[in-house]
């Protein structure tokens, strides 16, 4: 089993910067993946950026050169710095934790974005 703590989010201002933090714990394999999907009202949830435990990223191509997703393996950590918001990407933001076996998922903040 895997938990997952999440903290950030909230509400900002369109063009504002907010950053989110997911950490992990519990049994862990060393080779994994952790992400940001988001979930709009009405909407499908979709990926936001993903990091793997060897730092390879991916990134929505609505959120590239605007969110960067990093981690700290010593404290199986990961953040995803967001600027240059705007009102579309408010939404329930939820970490992924990945590993082999099943999808861990956290409660996931709320961001809004007014404009």
């Known amino acids: 089993q895997v938990q997952l703590v999440e903290s950030g989010g909230g509400l900002v201002q369109a063009g504002g910067s907010l950053r989110l933090s997911c950490a992990a714990s519990?049994?862990?394999?060393?080779?994994?993946?952790m992400g940001w999907y988001r979930q709009a009202p009405g909407k499908q949830r979709e990926l936001v950026a993903v990091?793997?435990?060897?730092?390879?990223?991916n990134y929505a191509d609505s959120v590239k050169g605007r969110f960067t997703i990093s981690r700290d393996n010593a404290k199986n950590t990961v953040y995803l710095q967001m600027n240059s918001l705007k009102p579309d990407d408010t939404a329930i933001y939820y970490c992924?934790?990945?590993?082999?076996?099943?999808?861990?998922w956290g409660q996931g903040p709320q961001v809004t974005v007014s404009s």
């Open positions: 990091i793997t435990s060897s730092g390879v990223t």
């Open positions: 519990g049994s862990i394999l060393s080779i994994n993946a």
């Open positions: 992924n934790f990945r590993q082999r076996g099943p999808d861990y």
